[in-house]
């Protein structure tokens, strides 16, 4: 099978309204890739956690989103986000992007 770059939502902000498939397929998830630098510091992660503690044991991959209107810093941004997922697909992992 192919290895799949699934974006899901976490809800809006409380652990509990997560749903079921939101949180099956993070569990599922070989990768979870969240926005910025530090997934400790990312809203997205705490509230994944606070459905799932068990989910800070999977690999982590921090992307880092500059909010920028620079149109040439996002595209570089851009740029590197899909080279990192690209590395992890080729390896045959599917990543769940953690979005709010």
Do not use: W
């Not at 595209?75 to 709010?100: C, G, I, K, M, P």
């Amino acid at each position: 099978m192919n290895p799949i770059f699934y974006g899901v939502g976490v809800g809006p902000g409380d652990p509990e309204l997560l749903t079921l498939k939101a949180l099956r397929m993070m569990r599922e998830a070989d990768v979870l890739a969240v926005p910025g630098r530090d997934r400790d510091a990312s809203l997205a992660y705490r509230i994944a956690l606070g459905a799932d503690q068990s989910l800070a044991d999977k690999e982590c991959l921090c992307i880092p989103m500059p909010m920028t209107k620079d149109p040439e810093a996002l595209a570089a941004s851009h740029d590197r986000a899909a080279d990192q997922v690209e590395a992890y697909l080729r390896n045959r992992e599917n990543v769940v992007f953690l979005t709010l």
